[in-house]
C-alpha cells in the first residue's frame, strides 16, 4: 500500500470515526446502533497504521493486494450493517402497526365514552365546546 | 350469540353503503364494523351516516392490519364471531349465514367462503386461477388439505379464530398464510360455496408484478413459518 493510500485510509477512517462520536455525543445516534459503526471506523483506523496486520489478514485471506484486504473489510462491515438497518426497520414497522391499532381502539373507546357522558349528563354538553 | 361482521375497506366510499344494508338485509343479526384503512374519500364518514361501528386508521397500513385491527375490536369487545366481507361489494351478503354456519354447528373453528366450490361458479380470468391454482398447491403441501379458494377473503371465524388472529397475522397478502397459520394451530378448517361478484367498478388490487411479489412472499413466509418454532 502506498504511503498516499496509507495516509488517505488514516484520514478517511479518522474523520468517519469523529462524525460518528459528533452525531452519538449530540443524540442524533443511539450508542446502540452507533456500536457496528464505531466498530467499522475504528478497525479501518486500527490497520490503516498497523499496515503489518493488515498485509497478515490479507495474505491469511488470499487478497493479493492490502489495499484490497481493506476494501474487502469494508465491503462486509457495510453488509452487516444495512442488514442490521432492515432488522431494525422490521422490528420498528412491527411495533408502530401495533400502536397505530392501540390508538385506533382507544380512539373509538374514547368516542363512545364521550356519547355515553353527554347521554348521562346532557347539560354538561356545552362545557366540552370552549 | 354476538356476531361481528368485519369490513375492511380502502376509498370504497361509492360501493360501502350499499353493502351496509345488504348486510342488514341478510344478516341482521350481527354488529357491523367498517374498518377504514387510511381511506381519503370519506368512507368512514359515510360508514359512520350509515350507522354501524367504525374504525379509522390513521394512514393505509394494508389489509391484513386492517383485518386484525377489527379482528382485536372483537376481541376486546367479547365477540364470539368474526365474519370478514370485502367492502367492495364484490362479496354476497347473501351467503354470511351460510358462511357462519359450520361454526355455529361446532364443526368448524375457520371457515372459507369458496368462489369455486359452486356449481357454475365464479369466472376468473386463467391468469388468477393459475395463481389460485399456485396457491391451493402451496397450502396443500404446507397442511395435506385441498383448499379450492385459498386467496377468498370471505371467512368466518370463531372465538379460536379471532384470539390466534388478534395476536398474529400477516401484514399483507395474509389470507393463504393465515389458512397454514390456523392449521397448524389445529383449528378446524372448513370452505363453503359462495358467490362472488365481478367487481363493478375499480380494478383488482392485484397487477402483473405484485402477483407476482403476491407469489413470493406469500411461499417465502409460508416456507419460513413452517420452521417456525412453537412461538410462532
Known sequence: MSAKLTLFAIIGSSFLLLVILDLVRRRYLKERYAL??????????????????????????????????????????????????????????????????????????????????????????????? | MKI???????????????????????????????????????????????????????????????????????????????????GDGQHNPQFLSSVVEPILQGRSNLVIGSRYLSEGGFKSTSLRKLGIQFFTGLVWIFTGRRITDPTSGFRAMDR???????????????????????????????????QMRPRRRGTSSIGFLSAIYYMMKVTLSISIGFFRGAKG
Open chain 2, 4 to 86: 361481528l361482521v368485519i369490513v375492511p375497506a380502502f376509498n370504497e366510499r361509492i360501493t360501502i353503503r350499499e353493502v351496509i344494508v345488504r348486510i342488514r338485509t341478510f344478516y341482521p343479526q350481527a354488529d357491523i364494523l367498517v374498518v377504514s384503512d387510511g381511506s381519503t374519500d370519506g368512507t368512514g364518514r359515510v360508514a359512520r351516516e350509515a350507522g354501524v361501528l367504525v374504525l379509522e386508521h390513521s394512514y393505509n397500513m394494508g389489509i391484513g392490519a386492517t383485518v386484525q385491527t377489527g379482528l382485536l375490536y372483537a376481541l376486546e369487545n367479547d365477540y364470539e364471531i368474526a365474519i370478514q366481507i370485502d
Open chain 2, 160 to 194: 379460536r379464530g379471532i384470539g390466534l388472529f388478534a395476536e398474529d397475522y400477516p401484514s399483507d397478502y395474509p389470507e393463504v398464510e393465515a389458512l397454514v397459520l390456523a392449521h397448524k394451530k389445529g383449528l378446524g378448517i372448513e370452505e363453503v360455496p359462495v
Open chain 1, 36 to 130: 457496528l459503526w464505531i466498530i467499522t471506523g475504528g478497525l479501518f483506523l486500527f490497520l490503516s497504521i498497523r499496515k503489518d496486520l493488515l498485509y497478515g489478514i490479507s495474505t491469511l485471506l488470499g487478497f493479493v493486494m492490502p489495499s484490497n484486504a481493506l476494501l474487502g473489510l469494508g465491503f462486509l462491515f457495510l453488509l452487516l450493517i444495512s442488514l442490521g438497518l432492515s432488522v431494525i426497520t422490521s422490528r420498528l414497522s412491527e411495533k408502530n402497526k401495533i400502536l397505530a391499532q392501540e390508538v385506533v381502539l382507544l380512539k373509538k373507546r374514547v368516542t363512545d365514552l364521550e356519547k355515553k357522558c353527554e347521554a348521562d349528563n346532557p347539560s354538561d354538553e356545552k362545557e366540552d365546546s370552549i
